[in-house]
């Protein structure tokens, strides 16, 4: 069956069918003939759910917003304030950077990102949301221009981030040394609650599945996969391969 997502839901709603129609996609592929190769398939197949469910909502939104009263997202190419926080990933998202990042990097900048990322985790691996936040540590995914490196790939909390103003987002990260409450940012509930949906329904599914479904350090999580790429075929096996 077919979820339709509608303008007038609210982002609570909007979350719980997104979670749900991720579950049941998710469940399907895993009950299919779904090898090792494809286990990034699982990520990407949820992401094109969501991005569709987003563009149902909000068809026009960026040209015409003042038609839906759509709240457009002041994020931009190359703004950065939030790619510092500590981001819960499922697996087969971890997987799907993976891939995109051996397909598509030249062996040299693959290097040194590794060196980056293992740094990253060392510096970050005890630390908590807040904490995270507070050490301000760059996600070493971030070019010299600070935009993305793997963004067609980005995670779904990735997507979920997202801000109605700037200037907040510069405040925030004057104060990150101070608690989450103080650092308040305006978003777009309709986009926060389809991506967070999303993700939540994928983790339950893989769960269910009785696989290990995620890693509450994204840095931590891509430097091991891009470390050992045998954990693919460990984790589709059923193991607890990542630490």
Known sequence: MTTTFSRSDTPTTLRAKAWSAARAQTDELLDGELGVDDSSRLATETIRLAERALASVAPRAIEKPETIGWQVPACKAGCHYCCRQQIHVTLPEVFALADHIQACWPEG???????????AAEKSRS??????????????????????????????????????????????????????????????????????????????????????????????ALDQALSDPSLKEQWRGGRQVFR
């Open 109 to 119: 900048r693959q290097q040194a990102l590794r060196k980056k990322l293992r740094v």
């Open 127 to 220: 630390l908590d949301r807040d904490a995270y936040f507070a050490a301000y540590i760059p996600c070493p995914l971030l070019d010299g221009e600070g935009k993305c490196g793997a963004y067609a790939v980005r995670p779904l909390l990735c997507r979920a981030y997202n801000s109605l103003d700037v200037e907040a987002c510069k405040l925030a990260a004057k104060n990150a040394h101070k608690p989450a409450y103080l650092r308040g940012i305006r978003a777009n509930g309709a986009m926060h609650g389809i991506m967070d949906g999303a993700f939540g329904g994928l983790k339950e599914s893989l769960l269910n599945a009785g696989l290990q479904a995620f890693h509450p350090n994204l840095v931590d």
